[in-house]
């Protein structure tokens, strides 16, 4: 994203519009957006989505004039059962796998679900409310691979990908790295950068700070923040 202290980007490009950016999932968990200083220094423009009540209540309090959320599920347009975990940022159509989550400190409590609701969903393809978009920030739990195989369409025109990824599934069938590259790739959008590193300690390493970040020859690395650009290179579609 842009340094919130250099002009000299946006002075050369001298954008005729606003940068559109869609957020799925909205709520910051984790902390800010990628594209805060963006929206603080009005240079885009967001469509957010989140489906949880509380969290889009958050959302609507504190957003600009330029942030607009939805209450809708992205997926495949199907039903599906939302799986309500201990920990808010573990809830995730996906089912946790116990196998996985017992390796990594704490997880197997704040993976453990609590509750189920039936969530129906809709495809990006399909959100008539939605214009045509530049970037988009997706963070949901396991189900990123699904959106964009039923968001073809609206990818088609889009600069930038910014996705988390896994090496590590923490949840049963979790789409790992390698698919949501090559669904990106078939899309026309190339690796650009790790944008942020998740390390956690693997059992049975420990520490004093059960959230510490360790190098484990990579084997600790269970997520990813990546950015994909659209490659244009020698005029043909690369991902």
Do not use: W
Request: charged residues 25%; neutral net charge.
């Amino acid at each position: 994203m842009i340094d919130s202290t250099d002009d000299s980007l946006v002075a050369l490009l001298a954008p005729a519009r606003l940068t559109h950016i869609v957020d799925i999932g909205a709520n910051p968990i984790d902390g800010d957006a990628p594209y805060k200083a963006m929206l603080e220094r009005r240079l885009c423009r967001v469509t957010g989505f989140d489906p949880h009540p509380q969290a889009l209540a958050r959302l609507n309090a504190a957003k600009g004039d330029l942030e607009t959320y939805l209450p809708y599920a992205i997926g495949d347009g199907e039903t599906h059962t939302l799986k309500i975990c201990r920990g808010i940022g573990f809830a995730s159509l996906l089912q946790p796998d116990d196998k996985t989550l017992m390796h990594f400190p704490r997880f197997t409590e704040l993976g453990r679900v609590i509750g189920e609701s039936t969530l129906a969903t809709q495809r990006l393809d399909d959100i008539a409310e939605l214009t045509p978009f530049d970037l988009l920030k997706i963070d949901i739990q396991g189900s990123e691979l699904s959106v964009f195989r039923h968001g073809r369409a609206r990818l088609t025109r889009a600069v930038a990908v910014h996705t988390e990824v896994s090496f590590v599934p923490l949840y049963k069938d979790q789409p790992v790295f390698g698919d949501v590259d090559l669904e990106l790739r078939s899309l026309g959008f190339i690796p650009h950068m790790f944008a942020a590193i998740n390390k956690k300690m693997i059992a049975p390493m420990m520490g004093p700070n059960p959230a510490a970040a360790l190098n484990q020859s990579g084997r600790g690395r269970r997520g990813l923040c990546a950015q994909f650009h659209r490659g244009r290179g020698d005029g043909r579609r690369a991902a």
